[in-house]
């Protein structure tokens, strides 16, 4: 079976099911556009809409209609009808396979698009590109545009648009073989349609996915996707669609070893596009029908059939791929009931269609039809035979030649490819480079920055609390000095002083204690945590659940200070900017291998996404500590209900 066949039959059927449902559109434009009193900008829409009605019609039309919109586009400052214009001028040019022009007037659309700030129109221009590139091979740009068009559907959530840049992306793998992500995408644009309620394009996706599956000859499959499309569309009355699907079906048995089952599907095809008019289909049928009655040996309706699709196709004018199938098989029918000669010439006349002149296979078929038509042609046989070896020798000096000069252009392009490759290397390492000292700078000015508000915060201590006390003893000091006037009064000052003293004493051990407690020092990490919780809970401010899992051992000193600054410092940031009134705090050795501390409160948590959070209440310096353990640091808050930090901890 010759699988272009079915591609052709997707291809042109949809074609022509277009220009027959256009035509409406274009009659009912057309009257629109006949009201004189209609504004230059509806005027713009009118014209930008007939055009692309046109495309598959007249497409000079389209151009001049096109050209029309253009310039009241351009007179009345209307930069969302110019926007489409373009698309449109892009479109007909895809279409008259002119990528070129194509993209360059895409182009100037997605400019006017991200002007107007339209995500909508942004995609629909990058899902045109993408099948620009597509149609020119250029596979990989072709799917950078239509993943770009599938973010921004996905941005206004925009589920028919959505589906088509999935069904775009299977169509993109499909072209790659790569049928995974072919099947993984198309399954997506289903689901899509189905949301969307769109049974027309749902019934087309699912005509793809049995293209796909028999691509694959993964027949069962390729059957039963058929049908679902085909009853899809049996029940919209698109008859059109309906002769398309029925006639793959046929395709698809035919491959499969059974083309007496789909003889009867390339009949009913070929009766409703008859009934319909539709010259490409009618010539589809019919070509299929030769094809699967020469898969039948019965070769005399396989010519009959041939003969009439090629009667079809000289009226039509069909392009290339048409002759070079239609030459094929009649090559085939006429090798089958041994006309060798006929055989031969349509086999010639489908090579020089062929890019492929050089091919093995073709060549052996040619030779082996040319040596069969000798044998009945014995009176050239020397001369015949001559010509044969004169060409074969040119055709393996031509092999050679190729061969050469491939083998030269693909190490040519190994070493540049190589040389690009390491260039790129080397600027990857040192964006690399730059990354990590930026990093590395960061890191240094955050540690800097919080030794400097703890400096700022034990100076204030020492002056507003041990410094005012000081300034008390030492005039306590000086009233000593002076004659009392009774023992009671000496009595009174001296206890006045001790107690004073003792005050001093008690605030100088606590600002030595917050330095630094002597717990986290004799004890470690989880007595320290348990000593400031206590403190903590005992004023009444917060009510703390500390939960400590499998930590009895020590740490490394620097560990355990950073460790305890940073929870100290979060316990600090809830007490004071949360309002919670329950704090939660979970410590967890996993193996000796990673520290896992989990603080959760019930307070009125903070918005994430804003920067100014995260430098204001000192969340940033504590990132900056944690990087600096190489470990990670989540918040997960919203605001009303509360906060959750994650920290883990390689250890």
């Not at 189905?194 to 996706?205: C, P, Q, V, W, Y």
């Not at 390729?222 to 006639?247: C, H, M, P, R, V």
């Amino acid at each position: 079976m010759n699988i272009k066949l079915l591609i052709v039959i997707l291809v042109l059927s949809g074609y022509t099911s277009a220009r027959a449902q256009n035509q409406y559109e274009i009659d009912s434009l057309s009257e629109l556009l006949a009201n004189k009193h209609l504004h230059d900008t509806a005027k713009v829409d009118i014209y930008n809409e007939l055009a692309f009605s046109l495309r598959a019609v007249d497409k000079d039309l389209a151009l001049a209609y096109l050209d029309t919109a253009k310039i009241l586009a351009e007179r009345n400052d209307y930069t969302e009808g110019l926007c489409g214009i373009y698309n449109r001028y892009g479109i007909i040019y895809k279409n008259w396979n002119k990528a070129d022009e194509a993209i360059t007037y895409y182009e100037k659309s997605v400019e006017l698009a991200r002007e107007l700030n339209d995500k909508g129109l942004i995609a629909d221009v990058y899902n045109n590109l993408g099948n620009v590139y597509r149609m020119q091979g250029k596979q990989t740009n072709a799917a950078e545009s239509f993943i770009e068009a599938l973010k921004l559907r996905e941005e206004i959530d925009d589920i028919q648009g959505e589906a088509a840049a999935h069904n775009n992306l299977a169509y993109l793998y499909a072209d790659q073989k790569n049928y995974p992500l072919a099947i993984e995408n198309n399954l997506k644009a289903i689901e899509l349609f189905g949301i969307a309620k769109d049974s027309f394009e749902l019934g087309r996706a699912n005509g793809y996915m049995g293209y796909i599956y028999y691509f694959q000859s993964i027949y069962d499959s390729a059957i039963a996707y058929n049908n679902k499309a085909l009853d899809i569309f049996k029940k919209l009355g698109d008859q059109y669609e309906t002769a398309t699907l029925l006639s793959n079906g046929g395709n698809i048995y035919a491959e499969s070893g059974s083309p007496q089952k789909g003889l009867p599907l390339h009949k009913q095809a070929l009766a409703i596009q008859t009934e319909l008019g539709d010259s490409v289909g009618m010539y589809t049928s019919h070509l299929s029908l030769a094809q699967t009655y020469l898969m039948l040996h019965k070769t005399d309706l396989a010519e009959q059939h041939i003969n009439t699709a090629m009667a079809i196709l000289k009226k039509i004018e069909g392009i290339i791929n048409m002759y070079m199938d239609s030459y094929l098989i009649s090559s085939q029918i006429y090798k089958a009931k041994g006309d060798y000669k006929k055989a031969y010439e349509y086999m010639i006349d489908y090579t020089k269609l062929n890019d492929s002149l050089v091919n093995e296979s073709n060549s052996r078929t040619i030779t082996e039809l040319q040596t069969k038509y000798d044998t009945e042609k014995k009176d050239h046989e020397i001369e015949t035979n001559k010509l044969e070896l004169a060409n074969n020798q040119i055709a393996i000096r031509q092999k050679n030649i190729i061969a050469i000069a491939l083998t030269i252009l693909i190490i040519v392009i190994l070493i540049i490819s190589y040389l690009l490759y390491n260039r790129y290397k080397l600027h990857k390492q040192q964006e690399l480079n730059e990354e990590i000292i930026r990093q590395q700078n960061i890191r240094s000015k955050a540690v800097i920055d919080a030794e400097e508000r703890e400096r700022t915060r034990i100076a204030k201590d020492l002056h507003d609390g041990i410094g005012q006390q000081l300034s008390a003893i030492k005039l306590m000091t000086s009233a000593l000095e002076h004659p009392p006037q009774s023992d009671t009064d000496r009595s009174e000052q001296l206890s006045t002083l001790k107690n004073t003293l003792d005050e001093a004493i008690k605030e100088i051990r606590a600002v030595s204690h917050n330095m630094m407690p002597n717990a986290l020092f004799k004890l470690g990490l989880s007595s320290a945590i348990r000593e400031f919780v206590d403190k903590i809970t005992a004023t009444g401010l917060l009510k703390i659940n500390l939960e400590i899992v499998g930590l009895t051992r020590q740490l490394d000193k620097t560990t355990e200070i950073i460790l305890y600054r940073v929870i100290q410092e979060l316990v600090n940031n809830v007490i004071k900017h949360s309002g919670a009134n329950m704090l939660g705090i979970q410590i967890v050795d996993h193996d000796n291998k990673t520290l896992n501390i989990i603080v959760e409160d019930n307070g009125k948590g903070f918005d994430t996404s804003k920067k100014s959070n995260f430098e204001g209440i000192g969340l940033k310096n504590i990132i900056s500590r944690i990087e600096y353990l190489d470990g990670t640091v989540d918040f997960d808050s919203t605001i009303g209900r509360g906060t959750t930090i994650i920290i883990d901890i390689p250890i």
